[in-house]
């Protein structure tokens, strides 16, 4: 059962980090399905996917330069694997999917931030993108955050609809 | 929608078919004339568009020349291979989100399932 202030987040492996993305922004995980490379595109866009007759462009963090700190990515990771999992998320009006592997649920228990890791340089994940580190047992897990996360990957911010409120809080710290 | 269907080496796209105005092979046409980066048909200097390395694919050894016209100017395209003209519904055609291209001017405009894969819709009116 759920505690008071427990949040539900989407774990997901990329590049050897583990990642994690609030439930919130995460309409549907889906097996890859075809995706066909685009021409022109960032380097970062794998291509599109037809889901449900959108377009929907594939996402591959593993090619995002700035997404990474000095020691990822592929830090214990499988180099080189393509995502096995498509996961799609609704940003404003933008639809997007990020390729992932080993996709499960997570449950953070309260807000403690712990953003520490990211900040002495011990996380994979360029610190920008970290709202916060969930342990669990001995492992760590990079909480993204989707507001800086989607603005740096060029999908247009939108007024957040009720699915997303609070994603984007940041530490007020400034850190 | 009528489409002609090409190939650029492994990827395979669409071109609307009231845009190409001539499929050219140039082992049976006298008046296209490669110069430089661009060609020259019938005396009309054309910009030369090569999508195989947007693509990031090698240039086959026989290409087809498409004349394309854009709603502002005419250029003319290589490809690989034309496959066939087909009927495309309009609502097949899912649009492209325009903020995965890396500068203005793209080159592709939508996505239509095709079998095992989606293909692109080229975009002759961003790109002319």
Same mark, same amino acid.
């Given at each position: 059962?759920?505690?008071?202030?427990?949040?539900?987040?989407?774990?997901?492996?990329?590049?050897?980090?583990?990642?994690?993305?609030?439930?919130?922004?995460?309409?549907?995980?889906?097996?890859?399905?075809?995706?066909?490379?685009?021409?022109?595109?960032?380097?970062?866009?794998?291509?599109?996917?037809?889901?449900?007759?959108?377009?929907?462009?594939?996402?591959?963090?593993?090619?995002?330069?700035?997404?990474?700190?000095?020691?990822?990515?592929?830090?214990?990771?499988?180099?080189?694997?393509?995502?096995?999992?498509?996961?799609?998320?609704?940003?404003?009006?933008?639809?997007?999917?990020?390729?992932?592997?080993?996709?499960?649920?997570?449950?953070?228990?309260?807000?403690?931030?712990?953003?520490?890791?990211?900040?002495?340089?011990?996380?994979?994940?360029?610190?920008?993108?970290?709202?916060?580190?969930?342990?669990?047992?001995?492992?760590?897990?990079?909480?993204?955050?989707?507001?800086?996360?989607?603005?740096?990957?060029?999908?247009?911010?939108?007024?957040?609809?009720?699915?997303?409120?609070?994603?984007?809080?940041?530490?007020?710290?400034?850190? | 929608?009528?489409? %002609?269907?090409?190939?650029?080496?492994?990827? /395979?796209?669409? !071109?609307?078919? $009231?845009?190409?105005?001539? #499929?050219? @092979?140039?082992?049976?046409?006298?008046?296209?004339?490669?110069?430089?980066?661009?060609?020259?048909?019938?005396?009309?200097?054309?910009?030369?568009?090569?999508?195989?390395?947007?693509?990031?694919?090698?240039?086959?050894?026989?290409?087809?020349? %498409?004349?394309?016209?854009?709603?502002?100017? /005419?250029?003319? !395209?290589?490809? $690989?291979?034309?496959?066939? #003209?087909? @009927?495309?519904?309009?609502?097949?055609?899912?649009?492209?989100?325009?903020?995965?291209?890396?500068?203005?001017?793209?080159?592709?405009?939508?996505?239509?399932?095709?079998?095992?894969?989606?293909?692109?819709?080229?975009?002759?009116?961003?790109? %002319?």
């Amino acid at each position: 059962m759920s505690g008071p202030g427990a949040h539900w987040l989407i774990r997901f492996n990329v590049g050897g980090a583990e990642a994690a993305l609030p439930l919130g922004v995460v309409r549907e995980v889906v097996a890859r399905p075809p995706v066909v490379p685009v021409p022109g595109s960032h380097s970062f866009v794998s291509g599109v996917a037809l889901l449900g007759g959108v377009a929907l462009p594939v996402y591959d963090l593993r090619r995002f330069g700035a997404f990474w700190s000095a020691t990822g990515p592929d830090r214990g990771g499988p180099a080189g694997a393509p995502g096995e999992h498509l996961i799609v998320c609704d940003w404003g009006e933008a639809r997007l999917g990020l390729l992932g592997d080993r996709v499960d649920l997570l449950e953070q228990e309260g807000r403690g931030d712990d953003r520490g890791e990211a900040r002495e340089g011990g996380c994979a994940v360029s610190r920008k993108f970290v709202r916060d580190v969930v342990r669990r047992d001995e492992e760590s897990v990079i909480l993204l955050n989707p507001v800086t996360l989607f603005a740096s990957l060029g999908v247009p911010a939108a007024g957040p609809p009720r699915a997303m409120e609070g994603v984007g809080e940041d530490d007020p710290a400034g850190g | 929608m009528k489409f %002609l269907m090409v190939s650029v080496g492994q990827a /395979r796209y669409a !071109v609307q078919a $009231d845009a190409v105005r001539r #499929i050219l @092979d140039p082992a049976q046409e006298a008046d296209l004339h490669l110069e430089g980066a661009g060609a020259v048909f019938r005396g009309e200097h054309l910009q030369l568009i090569d999508l195989h390395a947007a693509a990031g694919e090698s240039p086959g050894r026989a290409p087809v020349y %498409l004349l394309l016209e854009g709603s502002h100017r /005419r250029a003319i !395209v290589r490809v $690989d291979g034309t496959e066939a #003209i087909r @009927d495309v519904p309009a609502t097949d055609i899912a649009p492209l989100p325009p903020f995965i291209f890396a500068r203005p001017g793209r080159v592709f405009r939508g996505v239509f399932p095709d079998g095992p894969s989606p293909r692109l819709v080229l975009d002759q009116d961003g790109m %002319l």
